[in-house]
T-cell receptor, first 115, second 111 residues
Framework: AQSVTQLGSHVSVSEGALVLLRCNYS??????LFWYVQYPNQGLQLLLK??????LVKGINGFEAEFKKSETSFHLTKPSAHMSDAAEYFC?????????????FGIGTKLQVIP | DAGVTQSPTHLIKTRGQQVTLRCSPK?????VSWYQQALGQGPQFIFQ???????QRGNFPDRFSGHQFPNYSSELNVNALLLGDSALYLC??????????FGQGTRLTVV
């Protein structure tokens, strides 16, 4: 079984401040990990993914995440928040082999950026 | 290269009715999954189709059924609608072992 825990359903940061969104995963096999972003009334857009290559993964819009196996974590960061980053962010995990497996999502973290 | 397209974008149905939601594929993507996203929640996996067969299923009742066509497009059918079925329904497509590409979703309201 696989699961994802996102710590903090709401996070507020000032414009220009560091963004840190936390995600811990549970998986019985080496996982594939993802961060998706969802703007209001939109579908989900992939920010970045970890697929067992480099542990530090760079994504779009200046976001990056670091896979830490010892901590079972995959936290999302951005050095300087922009107003356009205000959205909901979902951490997700899929694992297994032999085909595309179901993706399990966290409950989401809503990011508010204060001017 | 067109993205994943879902139709309709919004839908209002009455309790007890049946609904069909549609998803058109991103070019070359052969696996389709459907998710239900209730307000304030993360997406919940309903089922996945590959080569026109249901391959995996989440914890959803048999009222939820699907179909995948030879051109990889897909339908989600929900029978005997309940108020609790009101949600954003997301279709995601991917090639095997790649990330999923999501459509914009269909907002279903059951009244």
């Amino acid at each position: 079984a696989q699961s994802v825990t996102q710590l903090g359903s709401h996070v507020s940061v000032s414009e220009g401040a560091l963004v840190l969104l936390r995600c811990n995963y549970s998986s019985s096999v080496p996982p594939y990990l993802f961060w998706y972003v969802q703007y209001p009334n939109q579908g989900l857009q992939l920010l970045l993914k970890y697929t067992s290559a480099a542990t530090l993964v760079k994504g779009i819009n200046g976001f990056e995440a670091e896979f830490k196996k010892s901590e079972t974590s995959f936290h999302l960061t951005k050095p300087s928040a922009h107003m356009s980053d205000a959205a909901e962010y979902f951490c997700a995990v899929t694992s297994g082999s032999g085909g595309y497996q179901k993706v399990t999502f966290g409950i989401g973290t809503k990011l508010q950026v204060i001017p | 290269d067109a993205g994943v397209t879902q139709s309709p974008t919004h839908l209002i149905k009455t309790r007890g009715q049946q609904v069909t939601l549609r998803c058109s594929p991103k070019s070359g993507h052969d696996t389709v999954s459907w998710y239900q996203q209730a307000l304030g929640q993360g997406p919940q996996f309903i089922f996945q189709y590959y080569e026109e067969e249901e391959r995996q299923r989440g914890n959803f009742p048999d009222r939820f059924s699907g179909h995948q066509f030879p051109n990889y497009s897909s339908e989600l059918n929900v029978n005997a609608l309940l108020l609790g079925d009101s949600a954003l329904y997301l279709c995601a497509q991917a090639r095997v072992n790649t990330e999923a590409f999501f459509g914009q979703g269909t907002r279903l309201t059951v009244v």
